[in-house]
């Protein structure tokens, strides 16, 4: 059984791959990522079954795989494949759900730790040999409103009620009920958000949330407001993001993920010139914890594919 794998991927999880080759006999040809040209080398030597991150492959890679390859996605999101060829193709996507919930939700707090309390700011001024305080907030008693209330969703409420005291406004776009975390429940965006110090990101993307984060959503806000983002680049227009921490309306903001990832921003909109954004590189599911699950989630596809026995495959395939 041959595998190709992003290097990175492998690196991140060398333990159980490692293990996967000496139990199992996989064998897993490491590539650069987005190296699509020696990705294409090795499968037209017939490796059928290729390993991806986060990254976004281009059309002609995926319309450039055999029909019955399986492209297995290294975590929970797969806005970046392109399911309708896939589905053209007979390409079967699979990926691992349920494992990076913890750590997601554990760094969507990281990331408003930082920005609350200034750390960045305070860690360099402390490297640089000054020593002045910057004033922050308490989070207990504020009031986060979590746009996107599924499995990370819910944990990142359950920190925040639990361990913080803050007060939880949920928004889905479904109807959620009898949970004991929230405060409140809206469907209405504007509801959602009228009150809350802080909106953190957790939905799913898709070509309805694309640019969910807009001007007008941002207008509803309260001035001031708090965004946080551990989901999808894509859910958020950074124009209008960029152009509202400039003008001050959102005061801040923590961002793990982007529009495009390695970041390669917008020469006029570029979040790393502001000094009121705290940016980590799409790195919410990298803990130890969740790279063990994920690599036995994908070890479980590798040998399901093999054998021809079921894969867990994205929802989109199973209904085809």
Not at 239 to 250: P, Q, T, V, W
Request: hydrophobic share 40%; proline share 2%; charged share 25%.
């Amino acid at each position: 059984m041959k595998v190709i794998i992003q290097r990175d991927l492998y690196s991140r999880s060398y333990e159980t791959f490692s293990n996967a080759s000496k139990e199992h006999g996989i064998q897993f040809i490491q590539t650069d990522v987005l190296d699509e040209d020696t990705m294409l080398k090795h499968h037209n030597e017939g490796i059928n079954c290729i390993v991806v991150g986060a990254e976004a492959y281009s059309q002609k890679f995926y319309n450039s795989l055999r029909e019955g390859t399986s492209v297995i996605r290294y975590g929970v999101g797969y806005n970046a494949v392109p399911i309708d060829i896939c589905l053209r193709r007979n390409i079967k996507v699979g990926y691992t759900p349920g494992t990076l919930t913890d750590s997601v939700a554990e760094h969507t707090f990281a990331l408003l730790l930082s920005v609350v309390r200034k750390t960045p700011e305070l860690h360099q001024s402390v490297k640089a040999g000054e020593w002045k305080g910057l004033t922050g907030i308490e989070l207990k008693n504020k009031t986060i409103a979590v746009i996107g209330y599924g499995q990370i969703g819910q944990a990142v409420a359950k920190i925040a009620k639990q361990g913080f005291g803050m007060k939880i406004s949920a928004f889905d776009m479904k109807e959620i009920k009898n949970d004991s975390l929230f405060d409140s429940f809206s469907n209405n965006f504007c509801e959602a958000v009228k009150d809350a110090d802080i909106v953190t990101i957790h939905l799913a993307s898709s070509p309805e949330t694309k640019d969910f984060i807009n001007q007008e959503k941002i207008k509803l806000m309260k001035d001031g407001t708090i965004l946080i983002n551990t989901a999808r680049g894509d859910l958020v227009a950074e124009k209008d993001l960029y152009e509202a921490l400039e003008n001050g309306k959102i005061s801040a903001a923590g961002l793990d993920v982007f529009k495009n990832e390695p970041y390669l921003p917008d020469s006029k909109y570029d979040f790393r010139k502001l000094t009121n954004v705290v940016l980590t590189p799409h790195c919410g599911s990298n803990t130890a914890e969740a790279s063990n699950r994920i690599a036995n989630l994908v070890v479980k596809n590798i040998l399901a594919f093999y054998s021809s026995s079921e894969m867990i495959l994205i929802p989109e395939m199973k209904i085809k």
